[in-house]
Each structure stands twice: as structure tokens, then as C-alpha cells.
């Protein structure tokens, strides 16, 4: 069984930055890829960003590229997501995810999932 746990959310004000972390129970960490959803009240749950095993490839969202970083330390069982130039928009519930092989960018093919961080942007 393998245990998710993020952490790091809170209220920001736009433009200002957080930093999430997840740390990862359970099973070989290096085993996995990772990756950090978030979803808005009413909205689907969608892809922020994902790392694979090694940390060599890394993926992101659109709408959050050049201002969210992932990163991840395999010593320490812990991916992190480094959140720049926030805006309301930015707002949701955080989400980190594990599955064995490679990063997708589809919910639905993560086996493990943590409970969620909240994150909001005030104006």
C-alpha cells in the first residue's frame, strides 16, 4: 500500500508563491511517476504538472508553464511543486498523485492519491 501525503497549501496573495510538498509512503518511491492535479469548486479535476521516476522528464499544464516548478527527491520520498506568479485562477484544492511507469496527464490512470492541500489566490 502506498500512502500520499501533501502539504504546504495556504492563502497567498497574486503574485506571491508556494511550495507544495508530497511525501510518499509505503512502496519504493523511485518506482514511481508523480504528478500534481488540482481541482476548483464546480470544475473537473485536472493536470498541473507530473515528473517521472528519475526526475528527468517533467510535464506541465499550459496554463502553468514557466511559472510552476517540479521537482523531487527520491532520498527523501518527496516530490515538490514550486508555485511562482500566482493568480486567483491558480485557486483549488492540490492533489498528488502516484502510478508505476510514466507520467500521464489523465486522472484516471493514477493508482495512489493524497487527500489534497488547499490553495487560494486572494486579489
Known sequence: QVQVLESGGGLVQAGGSLRLSCAVSGRTFSNYAMAWFRQAPGKEREFVSGIDWSGSGTAYADLVKGRFAISRDN????????????????????????????????????????QGTQVTVSS
Not at 485557486?91 to 493508482?111: E, G, K, N, P, Q
Open 75 to 114: 532520498t527523501k520520498n518527496t516530490v515538490y511543486l514550486l508555485m511562482n506568479s500566482l493568480n486567483p485562477e491558480d485557486t483549488a484544492v492540490y492533489y498528488c498523485a502516484a502510478r508505476a511507469f510514466s507520467v500521464t496527464r489523465s486522472h484516471l490512470h493514477y493508482d495512489y492519491w493524497g
